[in-house]
């Protein structure tokens, strides 16, 4: 049985275990959120104890949400039990410490691009050595192991330090939500007890894109995040949301303060 973390994560991941557990008759769990939106270890707790469990695995950070599930307490809980753990660590990696050890995970994955800041078309893979031969991947080609500056960012990244970098980075996130807070037209979607850098939100009567669309047209860069690829995330979609989207402002260690405060201007 997989035990699956999927709500409010992302939509690739749900797909491809949902295909491997309908060719293995498998049975996917998908465990609820607590009250303050991350994952409940309890409910994860208890299917561990009923037994049977092949493998949970966790989204670290959601595409469309600024909360960070604790992984940590996750790990605890399969480490205890000897179940495999795999992490999903694309929005998380190079924005905050990431220790497997200390995880607790027997599987993490990652991106080149997004906060570690490396080319785009690259990703890692970490695999626990006692775990490594259980695993084969789906294919391998010429391009699987080809150098292309992934290192260099990831050393760029260490060499900055991560503890500095997460503080960074969520101190412009916190300072950013609490001016997107203030304005009345604005609902702030972020969820957790601890947060990183993505912030999400919706502007009432105004549709994601074409908020981008008029931030862009004043230098002011933001994203749209599609509630189809999260929609196990449960995104309140009220009034507040126009459309299928909300805008997602990712800030970064190089972002300034004038420049939250230019984003909160101009929506107000």
Do not use: W
């Not at 690739?12 to 769990?29: D, H, M, P, T």
């Not at 694309?90 to 490396?118: E, I």
């Not at 785009?120 to 192991?145: C, I, K, N, Q, W």
């Amino acid at each position: 049985m997989f035990t699956q973390r999927v709500q409010g994560r992302y939509a690739g991941n749900v797909v491809a275990r949902r295909q491997i557990a309908c060719r293995n008759n498998l049975e996917v769990v998908v465990l609820d959120d607590d009250a303050d939106g991350q994952v409940d270890v309890e409910p994860l707790q208890r299917e561990i104890e009923r037994g049977n469990v092949g493998m949970v695995a966790l989204t670290h950070v959601p595409m469309a949400n600024g909360l960070v599930d604790p992984a940590v307490e996750v790990g605890r809980r399969c480490r205890a039990d000897t179940v495999m753990f795999v992490l999903d660590a694309c929005q998380s990696v190079g924005q905050m410490p990431l220790d497997v050890h200390l995880l607790g995970c027997d599987v993490l994955v990652g991106t080149g691009r997004k906060f570690l800041r490396g080319p785009r078309g690259t990703a890692f893979v970490y695999v626990r050595s006692a775990v490594l031969g259980e695993l084969e991947p789906v294919m391998l080609d010429g391009h699987s192991a080809v150098p292309t500056g992934l290192g260099r960012a990831a050393d760029h990244a260490v060499s900055l330090g991560l503890e500095a970098v997460q503080e960074r980075i969520v101190g412009l996130a916190d300072q950013l939500r609490f001016g997107l807070a203030a304005v009345p037209s604005v609902t702030v979607h972020d969820r957790g007890i601890i947060r990183c850098g993505i912030v999400t939100f919706s502007v009432k009567g105004n549709d994601a894109t074409n908020i981008k669309a008029n931030l862009a047209d004043h230098r002011i860069n933001v994203s749209v995040a599609p509630l189809f690829s999260a929609q196990v995330d449960r995104v309140p979609t009220g009034d507040t949301i126009k459309g299928d989207m909300v805008v997602r402002a990712s800030v970064h260690y190089y972002n300034t303060e004038a420049e939250i405060q230019r984003l909160v201007g101009f929506l107000r």
